[in-house]
C-alpha cells in the first residue's frame, strides 16, 4: 500500500509541475520545476510521510529503466553502428579518465583515503540523458555534442557501476583484483548487451508473429492490440531484472534493446497504425510522468538529506569541498579528453564537458552504497558530497550556457500564422457544412466539433451541448451513417484549403503545413472512431 501511495503521490506532482510549466513558467526548463515540487514536498511534513524511502533498485528498476528504453527506441540502432569508436573511447577511456583525476583530486585536495575518494569518483562518472535538456533549454547545442552526449549517457552507466563496485572491494579488503575488475566489465557490458540483443530480438519476433497471427492484430482498425501493448510495457522491466538477476548490466540490456525496436517501430507501424499511434502516444505519456517523477524524487532526496541531522561528517564540511572538487575534476578531465584525444575544438569541448550533467543514476549509485560494508559516516560523505555534485553540475551549465551556446532559432509569426490559417480552415469546413442538405441539429451540432478545433467554444457552450446530448436518444444506423459522411466531406473540405494555402502562398511552410494537416487527421480518427459510432 506504501508504495502504491508513494507511486499515486509522485505522479501527481509530475502531472501538476507539467502544469505550471506549461501555464506559468514556459521558458523553464519543466525538470527544474519538478525539482521545485520535490523539494515542497519534502518540506511539508504531511506530503513527505506519504512518499516511501528511497530504494535505489526500484528507482533504477521501475522508473530509469523505462526512461533508457524509450530514449533507446528514440535512437536508430545505424547511429549507434556508425558511432561505436566514438561510444568505446567515451565510455571506457574518458570514464577511466575522469574517476582517475577525480579520485586522485579528491584525495590529494581533501585528504580522504584513496579507496573512498574513488567510490566518490565512480559514482560521479554517469551522466543523465534525461537532465540535458534541463540545461540547454531555449539554446542550440551543436548537433555534434547532442549526438556525443545522448550516445555517452546511454552507454556509460554500466563502466561507472563496474569501477564502484571495484571501489568498494578496494575499500573493504584493501586491494584493487584489476584482472576480476577488468572481467566484471566485459561480462557486464558485453553481457547486457548480448542478453538485451537477444531476448529484445525474441521479442519483437514473438509481437510481429502476432500482429501477422490468425488473431488478426494486422491492419485491423477495431482490433487495437492490446497484448502487444502490455508485452511492449513489460519489456524493460523484464529485460532489466532478467539482466540483473544473471549478473549483467540491465542499463545496457534496456537501453540495447530500445535500438533493436527502433527499426521494429520504423518498419511495421502500418501493419496496424491504431496500435502504432497508441503506443506512440503511450510513451509520451510515460516519458514526460516519469521524467517528472526523476526529477521530483531528486528534489525529495535533497531535501531529505539536507535536513536529516544524522546524515553529516562527524560535524565537517569537508562534504562542500568533496562535491566541488569532484565537478571540477570530471569537468577538467571531461575537457581534456575530447579536445586532446577527440581532438574536439575548444569551444565545442567546452560544450560537451559542461553538458554532461549528473542525475538520476549518479543519486541510486550513491545510495547503493549505504547496502554496502561502507561504514555509515562515510556512506553520508558521499550522499552529501553527491548530491552538490548533482546540483554544480545543473546550475553552471545553465547559467554558461547562456553565453556559450546561441538562443534556439524561433519564426516568432509562425504561431501567428499558424492560428490564421487554421481559423481560415476551419470556416471553410464550417461553409460546408451549411451548404450540405442536412438537419439544423447536424449542422449545430458538427459547427461545435469544428470549432472546438480551434478552442473557440465557450464552457458554456459545452455544457449546452453536454446536456443535448445526455438527453438525446441513441442515433441510429442511418443518422450515423449521415454524420460520417458528413464529417468526411468536411475534413476534406479543411484539407482541401490547406493544400490550397501550402500550394498557392508563402504563408505556410512544410513544417506548420504537417502540423495542421496532422490535426485534420487526428480529429477525423478520434470522430469516426468515437464521436459518431459511440
Request: aromatic letters at 10%; hydrophobic letters at 50%; proline letters at 3%.
Given at each position: 500500500?506504501?508504495?502504491?501511495?508513494?507511486?499515486?503521490?509522485?505522479?501527481?506532482g509530475a502531472?501538476?509541475?507539467?502544469?505550471?510549466?506549461?501555464?506559468?513558467?514556459?521558458?523553464?526548463?519543466?525538470?527544474y520545476?519538478?525539482?521545485?515540487?520535490?523539494?515542497?514536498?519534502?518540506?511539508?511534513?504531511?506530503?513527505?510521510?506519504?512518499?516511501?524511502?528511497?530504494?535505489?533498485?526500484?528507482?533504477?528498476?521501475?522508473?530509469?529503466a523505462?526512461?533508457?528504453?524509450?530514449?533507446?527506441?528514440?535512437?536508430?540502432?545505424?547511429?549507434?553502428?556508425?558511432?561505436?569508436?566514438?561510444?568505446?573511447?567515451?565510455?571506457?577511456?574518458?570514464?577511466?579518465?575522469?574517476?582517475v583525476?577525480?579520485g586522485?583530486?579528491?584525495?590529494?585536495?581533501?585528504?580522504?583515503?584513496?579507496?573512498l575518494?574513488?567510490?566518490?569518483?565512480?559514482?560521479?562518472?554517469?551522466?543523465?540523458?534525461?537532465?540535458t535538456?534541463?540545461?540547454t533549454?531555449?539554446?542550440?547545442?551543436?548537433?555534434?555534442?547532442q549526438?556525443?552526449?545522448?550516445?555517452e549517457?546511454l552507454?556509460?552507466?554500466?563502466?561507472?557501476?563496474?569501477?564502484?563496485?571495484?571501489?568498494?572491494l578496494?575499500?573493504?579488503?584493501?586491494?584493487?583484483?584489476?584482472?576480476?575488475?577488468?572481467?566484471?566489465?566485459?561480462?557486464?557490458?558485453?553481457?547486457?548487451?548480448v542478453?538485451?540483443?537477444l531476448?529484445?530480438?525474441?521479442?519483437?519476433?514473438?509481437?510481429?508473429?502476432m500482429?501477422?497471427?490468425?488473431?488478426?492484430?494486422?491492419?485491423?482498425?477495431?482490433?487495437?492490440?492490446?497484448?502487444?501493448?502490455?508485452?511492449?510495457?513489460?519489456?524493460?522491466?523484464?529485460?532489466?531484472?532478467?539482466?540483473?538477476?544473471?549478473?549483467?548490466?540491465?542499463?545496457?540490456?534496456?537501453?540495447?534493446a530500445?535500438?533493436?525496436?527502433?527499426?521494429?517501430s520504423?518498419?511495421?507501424?502500418?501493419?496496424?497504425?491504431?496500435?502504432?499511434n497508441?503506443?506512440?502516444?503511450?510513451?509520451?505519456?510515460?516519458s514526460?510522468?516519469?521524467?517528472?517523477?526523476v526529477?521530483?524524487?531528486?528534489?525529495?532526496?535533497l531535501?531529505?538529506?539536507?535536513?536529516?541531522?544524522?546524515v553529516s561528517?562527524?560535524?565537517?564540511w569537508?562534504?562542500?569541498?568533496?562535491?566541488?572538487?569532484?565537478?571540477?575534476?570530471?569537468l577538467?578531465a571531461?575537457f581534456?579528453?575530447?579536445?586532446?584525444i577527440?581532438?574536439?575544438?575548444?569551444?565545442?569541448a567546452?560544450?560537451?564537458?559542461?553538458?554532461?550533467?549528473?542525475?538520476?543514476?549518479?543519486?541510486?549509485?550513491?545510495?547503493?552504497?549505504?547496502?554496502?560494508?561502507?561504514?555509515?559516516s562515510?556512506?553520508?560523505?558521499?550522499?552529501?558530497s553527491?548530491?552538490?555534485?548533482?546540483?554544480?553540475?545543473?546550475?553552471?551549465?545553465?547559467?554558461?550556457?547562456?553565453?556559450l551556446?546561441?538562443?534556439?532559432?524561433?519564426?516568432?509569426?509562425a504561431?501567428?500564422?499558424?492560428?490564421?490559417?487554421?481559423?481560415?480552415?476551419?470556416?471553410v469546413?464550417?461553409?460546408?457544412l451549411?451548404?450540405?442538405?442536412t438537419?439544423q441539429?447536424?449542422?449545430?451540432?458538427v459547427?461545435?466539433?469544428l470549432r472546438?478545433?480551434?478552442?473557440?467554444?465557450?464552457?458554456?457552450?459545452?455544457?449546452?451541448?453536454?446536456?443535448?446530448m445526455?438527453?438525446h436518444?441513441?442515433?441510429?444506423?442511418?443518422?450515423?451513417?449521415?454524420?460520417?459522411?458528413i464529417?468526411?466531406?468536411?475534413?476534406?473540405a479543411?484539407?482541401d484549403?490547406?493544400?490550397q494555402?501550402?500550394e498557392a502562398?508563402?504563408?505556410?511552410?512544410e513544417?506548420l503545413?504537417n502540423?495542421?494537416?496532422?490535426?485534420?487527421a487526428?480529429?477525423?480518427?478520434v470522430?469516426?472512431?468515437?464521436g459518431?459510432s459511440?
Amino acid at each position: 500500500m506504501g508504495l502504491l501511495i508513494s507511486t499515486a503521490m509522485l505522479t501527481v506532482g509530475a502531472m501538476v509541475s507539467i502544469i505550471i510549466n506549461r501555464r506559468w513558467l514556459p521558458r523553464l526548463s519543466v525538470n527544474y520545476v519538478s525539482l521545485l515540487i520535490g523539494a515542497m514536498i519534502a518540506l511539508v511534513p504531511v506530503l513527505n510521510g506519504l512518499v516511501a524511502k528511497f530504494n535505489s533498485e526500484v528507482f533504477i528498476g521501475l522508473i530509469v529503466a523505462p526512461l533508457l528504453y524509450f530514449e533507446g527506441q528514440n535512437t536508430r540502432l545505424n547511429l549507434v553502428g556508425r558511432h561505436v569508436r566514438e561510444i568505446i573511447s567515451l565510455t571506457i577511456g574518458m570514464v577511466v579518465l575522469c574517476a582517475v583525476v577525480a579520485g586522485l583530486g579528491t584525495a590529494i585536495l581533501a585528504g580522504v583515503g584513496l579507496p573512498l575518494a574513488f567510490i566518490l569518483a565512480a559514482i560521479s562518472t554517469p551522466t543523465d540523458a534525461t537532465a540535458t535538456e534541463s540545461v540547454t533549454m531555449g539554446r542550440e547545442l551543436p548537433r555534434r555534442e547532442q549526438t556525443s552526449l545522448k550516445l555517452e549517457s546511454l552507454f556509460n552507466d554500466a563502466s561507472g557501476i563496474i569501477l564502484l563496485n571495484m571501489a568498494i572491494l578496494w575499500y573493504i579488503n584493501g586491494y584493487v583484483n584489476y584482472p576480476q575488475t577488468l572481467w566484471n566489465f566485459i561480462y557486464s557490458a558485453g553481457g547486457g548487451i548480448v542478453f538485451g540483443g537477444l531476448i529484445s530480438g525474441v521479442i519483437v519476433y514473438f509481437r510481429q508473429l502476432m500482429l501477422r497471427s490468425k488473431v488478426n492484430f494486422i491492419n485491423n482498425t477495431y482490433n487495437n492490440g492490446t497484448p502487444l501493448k502490455v508485452i511492449y510495457l513489460m519489456t524493460p522491466f523484464v529485460l532489466y531484472f532478467g539482466a540483473e538477476a544473471i549478473g549483467v548490466s540491465g542499463i545496457i540490456a534496456v537501453v540495447f534493446a530500445g535500438l533493436v525496436h527502433n527499426a521494429e517501430s520504423e518498419r511495421s507501424a502500418l501493419a496496424n497504425p491504431q496500435l502504432a499511434n497508441d503506443i506512440f502516444e503511450l510513451v509520451g505519456l510515460l516519458s514526460d510522468i516519469l521524467n517528472g517523477i526523476v526529477f521530483i524524487v531528486l528534489g525529495i532526496v535533497l531535501v531529505r538529506t539536507t535536513l536529516d541531522r544524522s546524515v553529516s561528517y562527524d560535524g565537517s564540511w569537508i562534504w562542500v569541498t568533496i562535491g566541488i572538487v569532484l565537478y571540477v575534476t570530471n569537468l577538467l578531465a571531461r575537457f581534456a579528453y575530447v579536445r586532446w584525444i577527440r581532438r574536439l575544438p575548444r569551444r565545442e569541448a567546452w560544450i560537451f564537458a559542461l553538458g554532461g550533467i549528473h542525475g538520476a543514476v549518479t543519486f541510486a549509485l550513491a545510495f547503493t552504497v549505504a547496502e554496502t560494508q561502507v561504514k555509515t559516516s562515510d556512506f553520508n560523505l558521499v550522499l552529501m558530497s553527491e548530491s552538490l555534485l548533482i546540483i554544480l553540475s545543473l546550475i553552471v551549465p545553465t547559467i554558461v550556457f547562456r553565453w556559450l551556446l546561441p538562443k534556439t532559432k524561433v519564426d516568432a509569426d509562425a504561431a501567428t500564422r499558424m492560428a490564421t490559417v487554421r481559423g481560415q480552415m476551419i470556416e471553410v469546413g464550417v461553409q460546408t457544412l451549411w451548404k450540405m442538405p442536412t438537419s439544423q441539429e447536424f449542422k449545430a451540432a458538427v459547427t461545435f466539433d469544428l470549432r472546438s478545433q480551434n478552442g473557440h467554444t465557450s464552457l458554456r457552450q459545452f455544457v449546452s451541448e453536454w446536456q443535448r446530448m445526455v438527453q438525446h436518444a441513441e442515433y441510429t444506423p442511418d443518422q450515423i451513417r449521415e454524420l460520417t459522411v458528413i464529417y468526411r466531406h468536411v475534413f476534406q473540405a479543411e484539407r482541401d484549403y490547406l493544400q490550397q494555402q501550402y500550394e498557392a502562398t508563402a504563408v505556410l511552410n512544410e513544417d506548420l503545413y504537417n502540423s495542421l494537416y496532422r490535426e485534420i487527421a487526428m480529429a477525423e480518427m478520434v470522430i469516426l472512431d468515437y464521436g459518431v459510432s459511440k
